[in-house]
């Protein structure tokens, strides 16, 4: 009985579980492992055509889900679920599920949806959009020069919510401590340019 498969993405003989199914009914599992799967998805959403990327994954999503299949699957899952948790050994699905999901958001794949998923619910900002505005800045911080990234604070007013621009963490900092106030940030700038002390 076969138990391994040869990847082609990392060339490595991997146990037949690293690969995901593409076809139960005809005993086939994909041709890369689920590391290799992963990375190539990261790379493509994380390139120039990202966002329509992401748009067309939902969109096959949402088609699945309007599906009788997709429909009847979602209820089968949550009462499958409910049932092991309401087992005799209910206590311990219940905390490796919660450590199975602790572990999926530390995964690549994980920070991403996760920090997309924060920028969605904080600001309003769709992948796409968030991406274009990193794409306008050049991927450099609004005020200096250094790299930024889907990571990096997203700086808004705090009254109106309304996001204007990606800062590096210094001047995200920075700006929090002088409280959106122009007029402090003129008064420091005419301090530091003010002769010294015994000039």
Not at 27 to 35: D, F, G, L, T, V
Not at 50 to 74: D, M, N, V
Not at 169 to 189: I, M, T, Y
Request: charge should be positive; hydrophobic fraction near 30%.
């Amino acid at each position: 009985m076969i138990t391994t498969k040869r990847c082609i993405g990392c060339k490595e003989f991997l146990p037949l579980e690293e690969f995901h199914w593409a076809s139960r009914k005809l005993n086939y599992r994909s041709p890369r492992c689920s590391k290799c799967t992963s990375a190539g998805r990261r790379e493509r959403l994380s390139g120039a055509d990202g966002a329509e990327l992401l748009k067309a994954e939902r969109a096959r999503s949402a088609r699945w889900r309007s599906t009788e299949k997709g429909q009847a699957s979602r209820p089968k899952r949550a009462a499958a679920q409910r049932a092991r948790r309401a087992g005799p050994d209910g206590a311990k699905i219940l905390e490796a599920d919660r450590l199975s999901a602790e572990a999926r958001r530390k995964t690549p794949r994980g920070r991403f949806l996760q920090r997309t998923y924060q920028v969605r619910g904080q600001f309003g900002l769709e992948y796409h959009e968030h991406w274009a505005l990193l794409e306008y800045q050049a991927h450099k911080c609004a005020i200096c020069d250094r790299d930024v990234d889907l990571y990096s604070p997203i700086d808004h007013d705090h009254k109106t919510n309304k996001v204007r621009g990606v800062l590096c963490s210094h001047h995200n900092v920075g700006l929090g401590q002088f409280g959106d106030n122009p007029e402090a940030l003129h008064r420091a700038a005419r301090y530091i340019e003010r002769p010294q002390m015994g000039q």
